[in-house]
RNA sequence: GGGCGCAUAGCUCAGUCGGUAGAGCAACGGCCUUUUAAGCCGUGGGUCGCAGGUUCGAUCCCUGCUGCGCUCACCA
């Protein structure tokens, strides 16, 4: 990296110091090259939005980064570029004065700065401010990628991804469209807050550093807490916690949480991550299935449409949601019953079918293995997969009037890929004890992701903890889906690289 | 972690069947007061990701490493 650094700067080397040369020509100039205010009367947009009361009579002010050039002598054209929009800036050297274009001419692409001037159009109908006065407020050191268009082309794009992410901000600068897409997640979540504050849940927030980590199966990252002398993790879930608060009284919480997860990165995973929980009381997951309908026909009423491309898929939300039993699906896209099958059975059936279950793996897991290999990536339009083994469930609550076997739980899958895990909640302490024992056993024989038991949650729910449903929901992964976005790196400002 | 692919100028890319590299944009100098991928003339800029190996000679071939992408595994 730093060899790489250095060969890179010896071409670099020149521009940056000629760069550095021009900051102190300005200085000498009597211009303060970073400003302290600009107060601006208009964005680029409001200008142009603007132009008919704007023409010719009022003074604008406007301020932004400067993005090309087009040098001709006694008068040049520019184009600066804000949040939201770009205009072009005409310079006259008449108009301006001497010392102005002097300092103009000290320019280069990528300096912020504000101009005052008055609104016309050029000949070429272009909407334009003729700059009266110039002021630098950042003078830019190291430059930027530069990308032309003409006639909806674009010309040398700034596409490295490696370098997009590492330095988002210069993603954003030259790749200004890519903001449309974290506009839209901020407005995600802004209403997904709406949607739960609708429905008078509370908003709260619950630890991230968690003495035993729980709530969901994953490796965790472990820090080091002095002061207590103990080992901590970040949180994989918030589930315990918002539990907690269940059993303190609130009846409808929810947390808009950072959760973190030991694993691997890919399209799909990030390890932080945002996702939603919400818990309700008195509620099971036959209301939640509803609920969560909902909240996608919330959203998409927001959004506007109610079909989005993803990937190579149509998705369309205008037609209710199916439910399906996993066993079903399974059956369906396997062409056998798998209800009947016992362990050793599935285990066969797996190795027959070229899939191979880890050592250790139980009833629920090779249920899981097959669900996840033959069935998920066919369910593309919003499917509740309902009903889960309850063997890898250890919160979920058993299936009334069925199978002691099976949970009342669903998933939502959308576009192939999961976007929500819930359950009517396990609220039964005891039972809940019995299932994180089982887990404990599991983790002791090495399984990495088992739940660790946490008593003091036991305990909690030893005071009572009214039936309650509860949702936990990808928001990572609901930005992709409204933004059709293939990879979690570009709905994500600061994904993780290696370093 | 496995497989495949990529890494050449600040950016986007060419190229060398092995003889140390080019273009456009950007930069620098000059001309130009309605341009817009501005134009015209001129100039500079690269140990071709890193480390080894083969070779008289490697940016090119081989091996390893690093990073990124795709994919599989993993992933509630």
Redesign the pocket.
């Known amino acids: ?1 730093n ?2 650094e250095q ?2 700067g ?3 080397a ?2 940056l110091k ?1 760069r550095r040369e ?1 900051l102190q020509k300005i200085k000498e100039l009597n211009f303060n090259p970073y400003g302290y205010e600009f107060p601006k009367t208009h964005s680029c947009n409001d200008v142009i939005d603007n132009f008919d009361q704007l023409e010719n009579e009022a003074t604008v002010k406007v301020a932004g980064r400067l993005m ?8 040049s ?1 520019c184009h600066i570029q804000d949040e939201d929009g770009r205009i ?1 800036i ?1 310079f ?3 108009k301006i004065g001497k010392p102005g274009y002097k300092l103009f001419k000290l320019l ?2 990528g300096d912020i700065i504000g101009i005052t001037g008055s609104v ?1 159009k ?5 909407i ?1 401010v003729a700059a009266t006065e110039l002021k630098l407020l950042a003078k830019n050191l190291r ?1 930027i ?6 006639d909806g082309n674009v ?9 997009r ?1 590492r330095q988002r901000y210069l993603d954003l600068i030259v790749n200004p469209s890519i903001k449309e897409v974290f506009k839209l997640r901020s407005k995600i979540i802004q209403w997904t807050r709406e949607f739960l504050d609708g429905y008078d849940f509370l908003e709260v927030e619950t630890p991230v550093l968690q003495p035993i980590y729980g709530g ?3 490796k965790p990252f472990k820090t080091f807490y002095n002061v207590l002398n103990r080992d901590f993790y970040l949180r994989i879930a918030d589930e315990l916690y918002l539990k907690r608060l269940i059993i303190g009284g609130f009846e409808k919480v929810y947390e808009i949480s950072k959760n973190f ?1 030991n ?2 990165v ?4 990030n390890p932080e991550f945002t996702s939603l929980e919400f818990y309700q009381t008195y509620v099971d997951y036959n209301y939640l299935m509803d609920f969560m309908e909902e909240y996608f026909k919330f959203m998409i009423k927001k959004i506007g449409k109610s079909q989005f491309e993803f990937g190579e898929h149509i998705i369309d939300f205008s037609n209710p949601f199916e439910k399906r039993k996993m066993f079903d699906l399974i059956e369906e896209y396997i062409g056998c019953d798998v209800k009947p099958l016992s362990e050793d059975e599935l285990r066969s059936l797996c190795e027959e079918r070229g899939i191979e279950g ?1 050592p250790g793996y139980k009833y629920g897991k090779f249920i ?2 097959l669900f ?2 033959f069935v998920e990536h066919h369910l593309i339009q919003p499917t509740f997969v309902i009903d889960y083994p309850k063997e ?3 919160l979920a609550k058993t299936k009334r009037n069925g199978s002691d076997k099976i949970v009342e739980r669903f998933e939502l899958y959308i576009g192939g890929q ?1 976007f929500a ?1 819930a359950f009517t909640e396990l609220n039964d302490p005891t039972e809940q004890r019995e299932r994180l024992e089982k887990q404990s056993r599991l983790r002791e024989l090495g399984d990495e ?1 088992a739940q660790a038991m946490d008593i003091d949650f036991i305990t909690a729910m030893e005071y009572g903890m009214p039936p309650t449903g509860g949702v ?1 929901l990808g928001i990572d992964r609901v930005v992709m889906l409204f933004t059709n976005q ?2 979690i ?1 570009d709905v994500i400002f600061f994904p993780q ?2 370093t």
């Open positions: 990296m060899n790489s060969i890179e010896r071409s670099l020149e521009i000629i021009k090309a050039i087009r040098r001709m002598g006694r008068a054209f072009q005409y006259q050297e008449n280069d692409i016309f050029t000949r070429t109908g272009e334009t430059p990628p530069i990308v032309k268009e003409k010309f040398d794009a700034f596409t490295d991804k490696e370098q992410y969901a199966f994953a997860r694993e691997g890919d399209r799909n995973h880890k899981e293995l996840d290999n890898i469930s250890p999961e895990n992701e936990g293939k990879s790196k690289m290696r």
